[in-house]
């Protein structure tokens, strides 16, 4: 089970990593739309576009649906909720750490009065 979270989280980051995939990602949120209307705002070929398109359904993040011949695509979100989640987790950590800085500080501060 770690090793399938930790494999899903790779792949999900890895996805995320590049700016013309969450940028489509963005776009996808807004509604689904072809392949070609997603390509229209870059300024890379269908071929560049497919690959992106490839490693963000290969990471569950997009799942493209046949109508015909033209090729609808979808936001799948539940990976990003488990990156999420597992940054969550992390935020927790740090926000516990500056509270206890803060609270270090306060007291240097009572102390550096007396």
Not at 72 to 77: G, I, M, N, S
Request: glycine share 2%; aromatic share 8%; with cysteine.
């Amino acid at each position: 089970m770690v090793k399938y979270y930790t494999h899903n989280l790779d792949i999900t980051f890895m996805a995320l990593a590049d700016a013309t995939r969450r940028a489509m990602l963005s776009r996808l949120a807004e509604s689904d739309c072809i392949v070609t209307e997603l390509a229209e705002p870059f300024n890379i070929s269908l071929p560049a576009i497919s690959k992106h398109l490839r490693i963000l359904e290969n990471a569950g993040l997009v799942a493209r649906i046949k109508e015909g011949r033209v090729q609808r695509c979808q936001l799948v979100a539940q990976p990003m909720k488990e990156a999420a989640e597992w940054i969550a987790h992390y935020r927790q950590f740090w926000e516990q750490q500056f509270d206890a800085l803060d609270k270090y500080l306060q007291n240097s501060k009572k102390e550096g009065k007396r």
